[in-house]
DNA sequence: GCCTATGATATATAAAAACATATCGCGTTG
DNA sequence: CAACGCGATATGTTTTTATATATCATAGGC
């Protein structure tokens, strides 16, 4: 039974054109054939754990297995770094302090 | 080329020791037989992102793409959830103040 | 000693990823 | 209109994973 692999997908996709970059850039990049991008990116395929890697270094991303209940506090970290970098020098300041709060 | 994938079977390996689970006890619990377990757990194989999912699943773990300069601050998190589970009611409170510090 | 459980290894088979290569329809540009 | 780049799709081939099943050496308990 498939666990929820659509996440993985859409992040690469996401990534990708947060950098700007197109498909054929990124099989330049990682060594993956565009042809199989488009099939990763649509969920289309049951990759192989060395092409996600590939595909993450190409994109700067690491790929970590965290415990379950670490999951919300994680991604706040990364929504704040992703915020930061979104609004480079005009957003507020990344605050710490509020990591434990969590948000909705 | 392959990119570090050693990391993620190290991760698995520990996470299903630390349930204090058997090979053949986590093949029941994903669906993933105890012989590609033990093959997987040794990094001899390029498993597929499902059976990744299967196993991360059964060991309650989250498979993450994060962006490469959050791994850091993801560290930290992960690795006070795992002290704060380890001295459950005996060792120091999780400090979130410290979290920036970095430790060596 | 016997029994049980463990992780590692072996064998054979089926299914699918990975790859190279090409091409398509679409949108944009000049 | 022609040219270009994009993502999606197709074809054929090779390699590898995943699986079932069995067995091994080792360790522990009785």
Same mark, same amino acid.
């Not at 991303?61 to 915020?83: D, F, M, N």
């Not at 970098?85 to 957003?91: D, E, I, L, M």
């Given at each position: 039974?498939?666990?929820?692999?659509?996440? =993985?997908?859409?992040?690469? @996709?996401? *990534?990708?054109?947060? @950098?700007?970059?197109?498909?054929?850039? /990124?099989?330049?990049?990682?060594?993956?054939?565009?042809?199989? =991008?488009?099939? %990763?990116?649509? $969920? *289309?395929?049951? /990759?192989?754990?060395?092409?996600?890697?590939?595909?993450?270094?190409?994109?700067?991303?690491?790929?970590?297995? %965290?415990?379950? @209940?670490?999951?919300?506090?994680?991604?706040? =970290?990364?929504?704040?770094?992703? *915020?930061?970098? *979104?609004?480079?020098?005009?957003?507020?300041?990344? $605050?710490?302090?509020?990591?434990?709060?969590?948000?909705?």
């Amino acid at each position: 039974m498939p666990y929820e692999t659509e996440h =993985i997908a859409s992040r690469l @996709k996401e *990534a990708r054109q947060d @950098k700007g970059l197109s498909q054929r850039e /990124l099989a330049a990049r990682s060594g993956v054939p565009q042809s199989h =991008i488009s099939k %990763i990116e649509a $969920n *289309a395929v049951d /990759l192989r754990l060395s092409s996600l890697a590939a595909l993450a270094h190409a994109l700067d991303l690491e790929l970590l297995l %965290i415990p379950r @209940k670490a999951a919300p506090a994680v991604h706040s =970290i990364v929504r704040g770094l992703t *915020a930061q970098a *979104a609004g480079k020098g005009s957003g507020p300041a990344y $605050n710490l302090d509020d990591e434990e709060d969590g948000d909705g």
